[in-house]
């Protein structure tokens, strides 16, 4: 059961952590899954499904400078539950679940199933502070949050997460914009992406070392920031999002597999 705690934290600060969620081997396997996945990966594989480092070079062999687990500098590949089956188990895990089943006192269907993933030396300023809730608009109701699963040591300068608390209390139909910032001697199309009227700067950023098998959640208007990795290996997280059985995607737009897929029913995993 949720405490009233976390409950009081989900309303006030729009996130909190669960620390262990998830056991060694639960991390061990939920890694070995990743790890498969990513090795079956070449460039020719980017879609909208499956990202890679703007900022990747690639050498002579063709082989771009990531290491052993992502040599294609991989940040990002989406519906998993459909690419493994340990990640779909995964997106239906009773200790997820319920947690947000008792959020929300109600049922919830999954949204989204997908890694973030920081590569050895990877500069993400380029990620920018954001919400997600822009991306999910319109919906009956705000009842849409995420999970992320560590499977790494992840801190302010190793892919971790920063977020700022309260940020979330803001009606679906005042998203503050965001904002594209050109930077001098970046790429191509690269922008800093950022939020209208927001100064991280001036902000109570929170930045917290995780662990491997502790769980983010978060409400999906959170003001947060995925985090660059000055480590020499690469960092994964998996992030789960859900919505409550009441919250209606008003326009169809959620073109995530996940999106059609149930949860649990009268609070039990289906
Ligand atoms: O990877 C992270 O630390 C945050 C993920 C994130 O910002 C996102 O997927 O919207």
Redesign the pocket.
């Known amino acids: 059961m949720v405490s009233q705690a976390l409950r009081r934290a989900d309303a006030d600060d729009g996130y909190f952590i669960l620390r262990g969620l998830f056991d060694a081997d639960e991390v061990a396997s939920l890694k070995a899954a990743m790890h498969e996945l990513l090795a079956e990966v070449t460039p020719e594989d980017r879609s909208p499904d499956i990202g890679f480092d703007p900022w990747t070079r690639l050498v002579p062999n063709g082989v771009a400078d990531g290491d052993a687990n992502n040599p294609y500098r991989v940040i ?1 590949m989406n519906d998993l539950h459909l690419r493994h089956s340990r990640l779909d188990a995964h997106m239906r895990s009773t200790k997820i679940a319920e947690v947000f089943c008792d959020l929300w006192d109600a049922d919830i269907n999954a949204f989204q199933s ?1 890694s ?1 993933i ?1 590569p050895n030396q990877q500069d993400n300023a380029y ?1 920018g502070w ?1 919400q ?1 809730m822009p991306d999910y608009v319109p919906l009956s109701n705000d009842r849409n949050g ?1 999970v ?1 699963t560590y499977l790494d040591e ?1 801190g302010p300068d190793t ?3 920063s977020l700022v608390a309260g940020t979330h209390r803001v009606p679906l139909d005042a998203l503050p914009e965001r904002t594209y910032t050109e930077v001098d001697g970046w790429p191509g199309k690269l922008r800093r992406r950022g939020i209208a009227g927001f100064d991280p700067a001036a902000a109570p950023v929170v930045s917290p070392e995780f662990h491997p098998g502790d769980a983010l959640f978060f409400h999906s208007s959170l003001y ?4 660059s990795n000055a480590d020499e290996v690469s960092k994964i ?1 998996l ?1 789960n999002v859900y919505m409550a059985a009441d919250c209606v995607d008003l326009t169809a737009r959620n073109q995530f597999k996940a999106g059609e897929v149930r949860v649990t029913r009268d609070r039990w995993v289906r």
């Open positions: 990002y997908a973030v920081k990620h954001h997600d995420c992320i992840m892919g971790g997460t947060h920031r995925a985090n997280g992030i």
